[in-house]
């Protein structure tokens, strides 16, 4: 099992940029892909990015393609979300998440942190 742990959220201007950490806890982190996924008010949990076990597979939403960038440090049971570029409509709830395989879709991941707030300013 894994438990992961968002942080790095806060409140940025639009153009600037953030990077959020999850930390999991558990041996086999590195068995797991991990994801990242948002949620602002009003609106379904929508996916971000996602990255394999390995780190050698990404898959990105468009919305956040070619300024969002995900990454894992395995010795460190821990994944990245770099944001660069941020709009104000990235303002969310972020949420780490850890599955079995690389998936767009929530129901995939087995264990969730709790969030982490990002607001953009316009």
């Known amino acids: 099992q894994v438990q992961p742990v968002e942080s790095g959220g806060g409140l940025v201007q639009a153009g600037g940029s953030l990077r959020l950490s999850c930390a999991a806890s558990?041996?086999?982190?590195?068995?797991?892909?991990m994801g990242w996924f948002r949620q602002a008010p009003g609106k379904d949990r929508e996916f971000v990015a996602t990255?394999?076990?390995?780190?050698?597979?990404?898959v990105y939403a468009d919305s956040v393609k070619g300024r969002f960038t995900i990454s894992r440090d395995n010795a460190k049971n821990t994944v990245y979300l770099q944001m660069n570029t941020l709009k104000p409509e990235d303002t969310a709830v972020y949420y780490c998440?850890?599955?079995?395989?690389?998936?767009?879709?929530?129901?995939?991941?087995?264990?969730w942190g709790q969030g982490t707030q990002v607001t953009v300013s316009s």
């Open positions: 998440a850890a599955g079995g395989l690389t998936s767009v879709v929530p129901r995939m991941y087995r264990y």
């Open positions: 558990g041996r086999t982190f590195s068995n797991y892909a």
């Open positions: 990255i394999s076990w390995s780190g050698g597979r990404s």
